[in-house]
């Protein structure tokens, strides 16, 4: 006999509707969890590079150039402050004049990676702009803004057939020639995040003009050679067999599927599936990064890119060389092919020019220091964030803290195609005080952007505590001391003075020259007192002694060598017994 009412429903069908129930509130819980993620909806959802800017009041403008291969590239621009709007910026006798910047991006990246922060602070781009420069926003061919060639379609094959040698020789030379041609001006400043890194290295080597147009190179997570990935079983596969991506992906676009996914999945889910992915293959904790900024940063994250590029990483990774794309496929084990009769040429980045600042993470897998100077000119800097990953340098929580005075201080050192000796030491010098500066860092959001214990359980780990960030050149890297030239500079009373301005050391009278509070440059913090170091050790970038650095309170760098650091007093005279001293203390 059927019980009333219970009767009418098939157990099973009862167990259904139990589980509906379940799910319904279970997607309401996950809804609460979103909701407290304070998730920037705005940002996640914008369409494109436009719509991201306006969120937070800037106009930009679109530009298309034209390859000499025929790939239309789209760029942006980003030329006025907020209420700037419509006046002229570069262009005629009577526009605003703005010193220009140029950024590119990444692997698998287009222009919008720059402008998806959810904090404007966090944004290195808007605060460029608010400083007064023009910048411009690059992006390669085969990408979301640059999916276009007057030769072939996107569905045909012969358009994907692109790597970073075409980037080199085309796309960014090109992009550069525009932008000088469209703001009237000689040269220009180059900030890479990543493989945008790795084609200015290559542009630069190869273009020998170049080097006159662009006036300081700003390399942030710096990529050349990589060791290799974290995950031994993909690295081996990918080292014996670069091509193998071939069979895997096809010769067109690579992880094509990869926007369909982002689309259907739910947010928190698809910023789990990254971070999963970037920790199997790269060994990234992302712990730096707010759960609420992968939210907002991971669906702009990806754009299209060619098979072929990422296999020409590959060959670069096997055969630990930076060089150009190996179209002869060698075999694991070959008898007939040898490396001693075939070679293929490497880009010759030793010739490199443009001053280089490199600013890189300690934590960055990716990242083979040692190598990466071997291969660039001696005046390279290179500067570690020991606590920092990779994509860190884009979106981490404190990265207005950590990277910007690093970029402020080459912008506002190397202001023209010269390169002469006055700016190396001028940037040697706010280095320097940068550097010693680092140690007293503190992450200003570490008490409001406690949010990713929301996604995964790696959120439970806390953010690594900032370290005070080193100089990794070798001992003599500025240009002025390569050459052989005395400093320029010194410090006196905690002020920085040419030398000229300074009469012969029997006479310790001589007063600060006019305009010599002009060497500092914008934005640059002032710390103390740092009477009796003289400027030989600043250029060259490995901070101050260890006695030196105890009375500011804290350790600036790694010396080694610093017995060799000539110490001066005030008046000019040697302080002698001061070298054993240290000898001694180390």
């Not at 609460?32 to 914008?46: E, G, H, K, M």
């Not at 590079?49 to 621009?77: M, N, P, S």
């Amino acid at each position: 006999m059927a019980v009333p009412f219970i009767g009418r429903l098939h157990p099973m069908e009862y167990i259904a509707l139990v589980g509906s129930f379940l799910l319904v509130s279970l997607e309401a819980i996950i809804r609460i969890c979103t909701l407290a993620l304070r998730i920037s909806d705005s940002v996640r959802d914008a369409a494109d590079f436009v719509e991201l800017c306006r969120l937070w009041g800037y106009e930009a403008e679109e530009h298309i150039v034209q390859t000499k291969d025929g790939y239309l590239l789209g760029l942006h621009r980003l030329q006025w402050r907020r209420g700037e709007e419509g006046q002229r910026v570069n262009s005629g006798p009577n526009a605003l004049r703005k010193r220009v910047v140029y950024m590119h991006h990444g692997l698998l990246m287009n222009s919008e990676v720059w402008v998806c922060q959810t904090e404007e602070k966090r944004c290195l781009a808007f605060e460029l702009v608010e400083r007064g420069f023009d910048v411009w926003f690059g992006n390669n061919r085969g990408n979301k803004y640059s999916k276009k060639s007057i030769h072939s379609s996107p569905n045909s094959t012969r358009f994907w057939d692109f790597s970073i040698d075409e980037f080199a020789f085309h796309d960014i030379p090109d992009s550069i020639e525009y932008i000088l041609e469209s703001t009237q001006q000689k040269s220009l400043s180059y900030i890479g995040f990543s493989q945008g890194t790795a084609q200015a290295f290559a542009t630069l080597a190869i273009h020998p003009k170049l080097n006159h147009q662009v006036n300081v190179f700003i390399a942030l997570a710096p990529a050349m050679a990589p060791a290799g990935l974290s995950n031994g079983v993909v690295d081996s596969l990918m080292k014996a067999s670069p091509s193998a991506l071939f069979l895997m992906f096809g010769r067109r676009s690579i992880l094509s599927s990869a926007t369909t996914w982002e689309s259907i999945m739910y947010p928190p889910l698809f910023a789990r599936s990254i971070d999963m992915g970037l920790s199997f293959l790269f060994n990234w904790k992302t712990l730096n990064i707010s759960a609420s900024q992968k939210l907002a940063a991971y669906p702009h994250l990806y754009s299209f890119t060619s098979t072929k590029s990422v296999v020409h990483w590959f060959q670069i990774i096997r055969n630990r060389s930076f060089q150009l794309y190996d179209d002869d496929v060698h075999q694991p084990i070959s008898v007939t092919t040898s490396r001693k009769f075939s070679k293929v040429a490497k880009y010759p980045t030793r010739n490199i020019r443009t001053p280089v600042v490199l600013v890189y993470g300690g934590s960055d897998s990716l990242v083979d220091i040692n190598s990466m100077l071997r291969e660039l000119p001696p005046q390279t800097v290179a500067t570690e964030i020991p606590h920092y990953e990779h994509l860190d340098f884009l979106w981490a929580r404190d990265v207005d803290v950590q990277v910007f005075q690093h970029v402020f201080d080459a912008l506002e050192s190397f202001t023209d195609a010269e390169h002469t000796e006055e700016e190396y030491d001028r940037y040697h010098v706010v280095r320097s005080e940068s550097l010693m500066g680092s140690g007293f860092l503190v992450n200003p959001n570490s008490a409001t952007d406690s949010d990713t214990s929301i996604i995964g359980s790696k959120g439970h780990e806390q953010p690594p505590v900032p370290q005070p960030h080193v100089a990794r050149e070798p001992m003599v890297r500025s240009r002025a001391a390569t050459l052989g030239t005395p400093p320029s500079f010194t410090v006196k009373d905690g002020k920085f003075e040419p030398l000229t301005a300074i009469k012969k050391p029997e006479s310790d009278s001589a007063t600060p020259a006019a305009g010599s509070d002009k060497l500092r440059g914008v934005g640059v913090r002032r710390e103390p007192s740092l009477t009796g170091l003289n400027v030989s050790v600043l250029r060259d970038g490995r901070g101050i002694s260890p006695a030196q650095a105890a009375v500011v309170g804290g350790v600036v760098a790694d010396t080694p060598g610093v017995e060799r650091a000539e110490l001066i007093s005030s008046s000019g005279e040697e302080k002698k017994g001061e070298k054993k001293t240290l000898k001694k203390r180390r």
